[in-house]
Nanobody, 127 residues
């Protein structure tokens, strides 16, 4: 079992920024890592995903141009920089991880493919 721990959530006003962090034990650089979110009364949705190697990250259309996912292999940490936040970004944000073979791509938001999940961190954006 890989412990996945998120941090960095909070309450901000619309237009503000937050940076979420996620650690998944050691060897994070071997994982495909993703951020998902779930708003009250809605299904969980993929937000951003990043894999090992040089492949580009992928984003949900709703956050493109505002959110940036990045990884720091030395710190075994994945970040989600969220700028220009909107009230509709309010949700519980979850980090998820799965081992990624070098031959695989890491671009899907298929929840069933992710093995390890964190408990979530709340993001609340007020208007």
């Amino acid at each position: 079992q890989v412990p996945v721990v998120e941090s960095g959530g909070g309450a901000v006003q619309a237009g503000g920024s937050l940076r979420l962090s996620c650690t998944a034990g050691t060897y994070t650089f071997t994982y495909c890592m993703a951020w998902f979110r779930q708003a009250p009364g809605k299904e969980r949705e993929g937000v951003a995903v990043i894999g090992r190697g040089s492949g580009p990250p992928h984003y949900a259309d709703s956050v493109k141009g505002r959110f940036t996912i990045s990884s720091d292999n030395a710190e075994d940490t994945v970040y989600l920089q969220m700028n220009s936040l909107k009230p509709e970004d309010t949700a519980m944000y979850y980090c998820a991880a799965r081992y990624q073979e070098w031959s695989e791509t890491c671009s899907s938001f298929n929840e069933d493919a992710f093995t390890y999940w964190g408990q979530g961190t709340q993001v609340t954006v007020s208007s």
